[in-house]
């Protein structure tokens, strides 16, 4: 079966800095995802890794290890408008995409 | 309308009632899928359907039924549903699978308790 672990929450000051681990176990890759979902609404697209290395997108970054299993997703900067719960997810064929239980990030003032 | 759009945004139902969940994305895409959404954990897969045609049917229980008349709506049919069936229950679509990453775009989801 698949298994992809991510810590529960994490709390953070406004303009810090937060990284979000995800290791997984999965029959197959095919790409790592990052969802954003605030409370409420539908999970939005954040950043995909389907080889080695950092991927940046504004303050947003997130690294793949393929051979450790491992993605982290990096925020920088932040605000309050951050706090949300944080996916991982992997896609083991075409279309498949198995989810990790989600990072629910907390941004204090 | 843009994106994916679900409707009810909330649902109640008794163990016996039929009610259906509704999906429809204006983005072209050929892909849709419906996920079940628990408190902590993890989304789950239930159906996919690429053109039309289904694809995946994850081990769901026969007392959710689901429809795709075409590319742009999806249906979840309900019956005779049990308490540890309620949850939110997201609908998602993609452009085809032959396109890169393949991103998965969300609708916000029906809320869905059973009474």
């Known amino acids: 079966g698949q298994n992809i672990d991510q810590p529960t929450e994490m709390t953070a000051t406004e303009g810090a800095i937060v990284q979000i681990n995800c290791t997984y176990q999965?029959?197959?890759?095919?790409?790592l995802f990052w969802y954003q979902q605030h409370a409420g609404e539908a999970p939005t697209f954040l950043s995909y890794?389907?080889?080695?290395g950092l991927e940046e997108k504004g303050r947003f970054s997130s690294f793949l290890s393929r051979s450790k299993g491992y993605s982290y997703l990096l925020l920088k900067e932040l605000q309050m408008k951050d706090s949300a719960s944080y996916l991982c997810?992997?896609?083991?064929?075409?279309?498949?995409?198995?989810f990790g239980a989600g990072t629910t990030v907390t941004v204090r003032a | 309308e843009t994106g994916v759009t679900q409707t009810p945004r909330h649902l109640v139902m008794g163990m016996t009632n039929k009610k259906s969940l509704k999906c429809e994305q204006h983005?072209?895409?050929?892909?849709m899928y419906w996920y079940k959404q628990s408190a902590k954990k993890p989304l789950e897969l239930m159906f996919v359907?690429?053109?039309?045609?289904?694809?995946e049917n994850n081990s769901v229980p026969s007392r959710f039924s689901p429809e795709c008349p075409n590319s742009s709506h999806l249906f979840l049919h309900l019956h005779t549903l049990q308490p540890e069936d309620s949850a939110l229950y997201l609908c998602?679509?993609?452009?085809?699978?032959?396109?890169?990453?393949?991103?998965?775009?969300f609708g916000a989801g029906s809320r869905l308790t059973v009474l």
């Open positions: 998602a679509s993609s452009q085809d699978w032959s396109s890169g990453a393949n991103v998965l775009t």
């Open positions: 983005l072209g895409h050929n892909a």
């Open positions: 997810a992997v896609r083991d064929g075409d279309y498949k995409l198995s």
């Open positions: 999965t029959s197959g890759f095919n790409g």
């Open positions: 890794n389907v080889l080695d």
């Open positions: 359907y690429s053109l039309e045609e289904r694809v």
